[in-house]
């Protein structure tokens, strides 16, 4: 089959932020997105009654909506839209009693309990997933970067795939599952990887082996549709982007923007080694899922693999590296700030640091935990 890649503007970029609702009394996730969904569309007017807003969402369980920017230039006008959005969303829910919240998941709430969209789609996901699908209440947030040429893509994909534990340390925030504490980081990296097209990517020589493998999936019917393959981080051929979907929900806007100028500048970077003739190292197979491992496991105090030699570093170690050699970059873009971001947050702690703070500073009531990240939520 023939995988066409759409036109896109190198190095531009799109957010989708995924946001809970919860119960301002209890803290307790409330299955509202629909009545939410359809204030929103109210409000917004000029929409048809069967066309979907712009940039507010629905998702697969009823307790989640999903903001999504518009192709973006920087980083700043990403935030902006983001954060215009949200206020959109609160005009709504705040006269419900209800409060916004963004982390990997939700410290305390029964993953069973929690209904899904009436969708057939997402209906078909949890029949042919059972257990594992119905344990799905996560949350995360994805960035898109534009490419200018198809060629660029699974190289690119591969280089970001080289940064997972990076990104994985950063946003770290899935610590408590139904009241108890895992002991990891990111309880959500290795509970979505469970998902039979979630995970890892593949590594591919030629776009033609992606599009055999894309054949293959549809043919025996593990997929319907391309989008079902919800790898950590995918070339996205309908938008001409590579996809960074390795990030656990984050509660501030200030720390999304760090994420999305990372992405923005090591996609940038890579394009440019590519279009000088370089090429992008390929991460063994194994050291992939070690350093996913580590890094879900031990957060900012992961020792990372760096290369095919086994060479070893501390995550945060390799990060400040990283950012001294992006900052070119960085004021190229125009991200130079939120780029600084990645070390406020590197020395601010990670969002798994700050609940396991807060729930030992309330004698462990997650609620506690909750409110705290609804309080971050409203950070600018």
Not at 198 to 222: C, I, K, N, R
Not at 227 to 239: A, C, H, N, Q, T
Not at 242 to 259: F, K, N, P, Y
Not at 289 to 303: L, Q, S, V
């Amino acid at each position: 089959m023939q995988i066409d890649f759409a036109d896109s503007r190198q190095s531009t970029l799109g957010v989708e932020w995924e946001v809970a609702l919860v119960d301002h009394h209890s803290g307790d996730l409330r299955s509202v997105a629909q009545q939410v969904l359809e204030g929103v569309h109210a409000a917004h007017g000029g929409l048809a009654p069967d066309e979907e807003h712009p940039h507010v969402k629905q998702e697969l369980l009823l307790n989640t909506v999903e903001i999504v920017t518009d192709v973006c230039d920087t980083v700043r006008q990403a935030k902006t839209q983001l954060h215009e959005n949200l206020g959109v969303i609160r005009e709504v829910t705040d006269p419900m009693g209800i409060d916004l919240y963004s982390a990997g998941s939700h410290p305390f709430a029964s993953p069973k309990l929690q209904p899904v969209t009436d969708q057939e789609r997402y209906a078909k996901l949890i029949d042919r997933t059972q257990w594992w699908g119905q344990q799905m209440v996560i949350y995360g947030v994805h960035v898109h970067v534009g490419l200018d040429r198809r060629d660029k893509a699974l190289p690119v994909v591969d280089g970001l795939m080289n940064y997972q534990p990076h990104f994985q340390a950063l946003s770290a925030s899935s610590p408590f599952w139904g009241g108890e504490d895992t002991g990891y980081a990111s309880h959500r990296a290795l509970m979505f990887q469970q998902l039979p097209t979630a995970g890892l990517p593949y590594h591919f020589e030629t776009w033609s082996q992606f599009e055999g493998y894309v054949a293959d999936m549809l043919h025996t019917g593990v997929i319907d549709d391309i989008s079902e393959i919800r790898w950590d981080v995918r070339p996205v051929p309908r938008f001409g982007t590579v996809e960074m979907r390795i990030c656990d929900g984050l509660s501030s806007l200030q720390d999304i923007g760090a994420i999305a100028a990372l992405t923005q500048c090591l996609v940038d970077d890579m394009s440019t080694t590519l279009d000088h003739g370089g090429s992008i190292d390929v991460m063994p197979p194994w050291h992939r899922t070690e350093n996913k491992w580590r890094a879900a496991r031990y957060g900012m105090d992961a020792i990372i693999i760096l290369n095919a030699a086994g060479d070893e570093m501390l995550v945060t170690d390799h990060l400040m590296r990283e950012l001294d050699r992006l900052e070119p970059v960085a004021r190229k873009l125009g991200c130079s700030d939120e780029l600084a971001d990645v070390e406020r947050i590197i020395r601010g702690g990670a969002g798994y640091q700050w609940q396991r703070k807060i729930a030992a500073a309330n004698s462990g009531d997650l609620r506690a935990v909750v409110k705290d990240n609804i309080a971050r939520m409203h950070i600018a």
